[in-house]
């Protein structure tokens, strides 16, 4: 194994990642800073103990060159929050070890999934990038920055359902898990949600909302490709979202097509880029997730945060 370019590192692992396998992760992980003596000076490794340590732990990491996180996109989406709360001069630059069901963020970065050692190679020859970050305030008091997704109506519903799943230990995980989530929140009558949304400060659209991600990177549920052009490199976000209601076969096929990116051309969907956008429901409170976790309201502002952190990426990486 190369010798680390990271710098001084804080290590921050899920052990309840990946279904429980995130606790083997970090044994390794621990395993192979100790084999080297060079590597267990600079590293320091803290298991998570529970939802939000990673948040603070990445909030008092001022002093490190880098902060490893190890898991999935939630404990990353913890870590990134955490990170916030330190001025940009003192956040330390991001490495991902994927480690997780969905590993979406880690899609983006281009890192190997669910393979530590691999992805810990990747990251020792790896470059540094400026990333951009969403940020989304809803009239519920919660404000969240996301790395990668954030959902309204359908397709958060289905990612919640799959962080319930994962909960209860499912042995699914990846597309297989989102689309038989996917699958039950159909087959339970497929809602839209009325809304008006403006994006860049437009006039407000009438919307029925049955989808509309906000994306910094191309994919949400463990792969499906819903804004292909959406980069973390870019000062604006994607959005894709439903401008007609189609018929539940028409939308399990925009759903299959999803997985690949094919679905864009649709008539029924709707892509644009926007720096910020206003969405309120005026109904009811939609399902909504940011990385995967649950966001309360009714009323939501979504900007881009553009050069928010630096994160390190294989070299070669398309971006
Ligand atoms: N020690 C812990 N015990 C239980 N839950 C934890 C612990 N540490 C963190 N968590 C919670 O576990 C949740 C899921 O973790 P994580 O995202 O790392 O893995 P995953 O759900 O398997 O992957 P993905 O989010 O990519 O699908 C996070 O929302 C986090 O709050």
Redo the contacts with the bound molecule.
Sequence with gaps: MPHTSLGRTLAIA??????GR?AGAADELEGIFASDPSLAGAFELRR???????ASIASSAGDFDTLLVM?????IN?AVNGLMHLPRENRPTLAVIPM?????FARTLGLALNRPKDALSQLFLGERRAIGLGLVTSDAGESRHFAQTLSFGLDAAIALDT?DR?AAQTSQEGPALFATSGLKVFSSGGKCFPARASFDGGAPMPLRVMVFAVQNGPTYGGGFRICPDACPADPTLCVCHNVLQPRLPHTLALFALARFGLHTRSKVLRTVKASSLDIRFEEEEPPCQAD??RVHGTSFHVESVPNALDVIVPTGCRW
């Design positions: 899920n052990p309840a990642s990946h279904s995130g998570t103990s529970g939802p939000g340590d990673a898991g999935g996109d939630g404990v913890e997780g069901s969905g590993n979406d962080t994962r995967g976790e």
